[in-house]
């Protein structure tokens, strides 16, 4: 039995990936920080006898992460780990900044390192992401450090830190950063995901990241060109990589994609 776990998907994305995850035959822990909307979301899928299991899990919360991991201790290796969960806030201050790091970069970290021990040894890791995280809009100075080969999660935390902090000065823009928490969010998931595909190399697990597109959900909003299924096949592709590391046909680890194809960092 192939087993899945999604964060953020009591619905949107999150809940259209598990739906197609599901349908590919996999056991889905359907995971989100309401247990009511989480409850019913998974409740509406196992109802089209789709195998998908309710927790709460909220990427924000040690205590709930902690409870999923020892939860996930009596399951099957986890085949495919989704790091759907994120939130676009209002505004833009050094509380918004903070908020939004925490939840779109700090989240994806804390629950990938809390289920490291329960991935199976070929495990697709997948990191939702977006085109607004490109370095593009970001300083060339701050693109070198992000990019670096030898990029460390403790370096991502001192960028996050100056980020936050330029934002409070209203320095940010000097200090070469976009006036955007939601981009410098998703642009430090970003060098986490190659942080980590440079501890998997060697072995066969595998991270990359992934932008659906601007997509019809509540954050994205009715006026978004793409439907759900679009947004979400490119995760589910990602989720679903499978063949070898080395030689011919070598399936992707560290890399940014948009319906399969790769994109500029």
């Given amino acids: 039995m192939l087993l899945a776990v999604v964060t953020g998907a009591n619905r949107g994305?999150?809940?259209?990936?598990?739906?197609?995850?599901?349908?590919?035959?996999?056991?889905?822990?359907?995971?989100?920080?309401?247990?009511?909307?989480t409850t019913e979301a998974a409740a509406g899928l196992s109802a089209e006898n789709l195998d998908v299991q309710p927790a709460v899990l909220d990427i924000t919360n040690d205590s709930t992460i902690h409870a999923f991991a020892q939860r996930m201790a009596t399951e099957p290796a986890i085949a495919a780990l989704v790091n759907n969960a994120g939130a676009s806030l209002r505004g833009f201050d050094a509380n918004v900044a903070a908020a939004t790091l925490d939840n779109n970069y700090r989240g994806a970290v804390r629950v990938t390192n809390a289920l490291l021990p329960?991935?199976?040894?070929?495990a697709n890791v997948v990191?939702?992401?977006?085109?607004?995280?490109?370095?593009?809009?970001?300083?060339?100075?701050?693109?070198?450090?992000?990019?670096?080969?030898?990029?460390?999660?403790?370096?991502?935390?001192?960028?996050?830190?100056?980020?936050?902090?330029?934002?409070?000065?209203?320095?940010?823009?000097?200090?070469?950063?976009?006036?955007?928490?939601?981009s410098v969010s998703k642009a430090l998931l970003n060098a986490y995901t190659r942080v980590l595909a440079r501890q998997f190399r060697g072995g066969s697990r595998r991270v990359?990241?992934?932008?659906?597109?601007?997509?019809?959900?509540?954050?994205?909003?009715?006026?978004?060109?793409?439907?759900?299924?679009?947004?979400?096949?490119?995760?589910?592709w990602a989720a679903t990589l499978a063949g070898p590391r080395h030689g011919e046909n070598i399936a992707p680890n560290g890399g940014f994609f948009r319906d399969g194809k790769a994109i500029a960092w």
């Fill in 208 to 236: 990359n990241a992934v932008c659906p597109g601007w997509v019809k959900t509540r954050m994205g909003g009715s006026s978004a060109p793409r439907s759900l299924e679009q947004g979400a096949s490119g995760i589910v």
């Fill in 127 to 182: 990191m939702v992401s977006s085109g607004m995280g490109e370095l593009s809009n970001f300083s060339a100075a701050l693109q070198k450090r992000l990019l670096a080969e030898s990029l460390t999660v403790a370096q991502i935390e001192e960028v996050a830190a100056e980020f936050v902090s330029a934002v409070a000065h209203g320095t940010h823009a000097a200090a070469g950063f976009p006036s955007n928490a939601y």
């Fill in 118 to 122: 329960r991935l199976a040894d070929d």
């Fill in 13 to 37: 994305l999150g809940l259209e990936t598990a739906r197609h995850l599901a349908l590919r035959g996999y056991r889905v822990w359907l995971t989100g920080r309401d247990e009511a909307s």
